[in-house]
């Protein structure tokens, strides 16, 4: 697959980072982001826009100067800003006759599997009534989202729950660079095959206005999510977002994966585990190797407080993790149920096998 997969996707999942849509000061700049929406409105085929920004654009409002480190008005700011980047785009998108859907995501959107499903359903009919869904994370009543999450990890489980064709993540910079862009002699780094394409280099901070919370590791994080499952991506600047759309220029990140089935990527990455569960030797090897289930004889150690369906780690008795899956039991009942027979006592498994997904082998 080459670059010509982002020009020619038939389903297009585009993000924006904040400072690309704001002014140095926190307020929404009209200008750039109707040039934004010019450029995405006159592309052809579906497209999903995740954008950040409501917490930058909510600072100007409420009079604050720079990105809040408190919760409470981090909230308070997103609350404010986010009616006035949907009500932005719905003005600048209808310019071109066209609809938008505010969707609003958190953790537990992605997290359980119900509200994946719904979410899925509900994009799919979005684009199918060709409506631009504008999707961010809900940092009005988020948490963990806003200490610790980014729009550029949400884009690439975006593109996966819509079955997109191909990525595309817009930032401040026009690429990734094997050094500081800020300086003489860095190099833009065009194409990224996988992994051994980064060694050497230096990747990390915040965008260059400081008022994003996700820098250039997230995005290398986001797209190697979204190649590992088969989805292209292409990093470049917004300034230069109809290049972008032709697939020119920027750094193009080559899928290293094939699609999988939406449930195992989900609880690979998307899940946060509620717990873990301690396997022997031999519960290491049938889940692993042979990909049984997980039965209670197999069991050790119970850690963590979680709900039956929740999603737990499965880890060796060194500590590391070797699987994920969702339990079938509440914590308060396992331990009084390890290390014995499901025939023995008429149970069902502590993790189905379809409910399992690997993250390393077996080690002898």
């Known amino acids: 697959m080459s670059r010509a997969a982002i020009a020619s996707a038939q389903r297009l999942v585009v993000k924006v980072g904040s400072s690309s849509l704001t002014t140095a000061a926190g307020g929404l700049d009209p200008h750039r982001l109707d040039a934004l929406v010019d450029a995405l409105a006159g592309r052809a085929g579906q497209l999903v826009l995740v954008s950040s920004g409501a917490i930058a654009a909510g600072l100007a409002p409420l009079g604050l100067t720079r990105r809040p480190r408190d ?137 260059s206005a400081g008022l994003g919370s996700g820098g250039m590791s997230s995005k290398v994080d986001a797209a190697a999510l979204a190649t590992g499952a088969g989805v292209p991506v292409l990093l470049h600047s917004t300034a230069d977002v109809r290049e972008a759309l032709r697939g020119e220029g920027g750094t193009y990140f080559a899928p290293t994966g094939s699609r999988s089935p939406g449930r195992l990527l989900w609880l690979a990455h998307a899940s946060t585990p509620r717990g873990r569960l301690v396997l022997d030797p031999g519960a290491v090897a049938a889940v692993c190797d042979r990909r049984l289930s997980l039965l209670p004889a197999g069991v050790t150690a119970v850690e963590g407080d979680f709900a039956a369906g929740d999603p737990v780690e499965l880890v060796g008795t060194d500590g590391v993790a070797v699987a994920r899956g969702l339990v079938a039991y509440d914590a308060a009942e396992l331990p009084s149920l390890l290390g014995r027979s499901t025939r023995e006592l008429g149970l069902r498994e502590v993790v189905h096998r379809d409910d399992i997904v690997v993250l390393a082998p077996a080690t002898a």
């Not at 006035?84 to 209808?94: D, K, N, P, T």
């Not at 999707?135 to 729950?161: M, Q, S, W």
């Not at 990734?176 to 996988?194: E, Q």
Request: glycine share 8%; no cysteine.
């Open 71 to 207: 919760l409470a008005t981090q909230q308070a700011a997103a609350s404010v800003g986010q009616s006035l980047l949907v009500q932005r785009y719905a003005s600048a998108f209808s310019r071109h006759g066209r609809t938008v859907g505010q969707v609003l995501l958190t953790a537990d959107d992605v997290v359980r599997r119900s509200h994946y499903k719904n979410a899925q359903t509900t994009l799919d009919r979005l684009l199918a009534l060709s409506v631009v869904p504008v999707v961010n994370e809900n940092d009005a009543v988020a948490t963990e989202e806003i200490r610790f999450g980014d729009n550029d990890r949400l884009a690439a489980l975006v593109a996966h729950i819509v079955r997109a064709d191909a990525l595309v993540l817009l930032s401040d910079v026009d690429g990734l660079y094997d050094g500081d862009p800020r300086r003489p002699g860095a190099s833009l780094v065009s194409t990224v095959t996988g992994p051994a394409d980064l060694q050497g280099i230096s990747i990390g901070g915040t965008g």
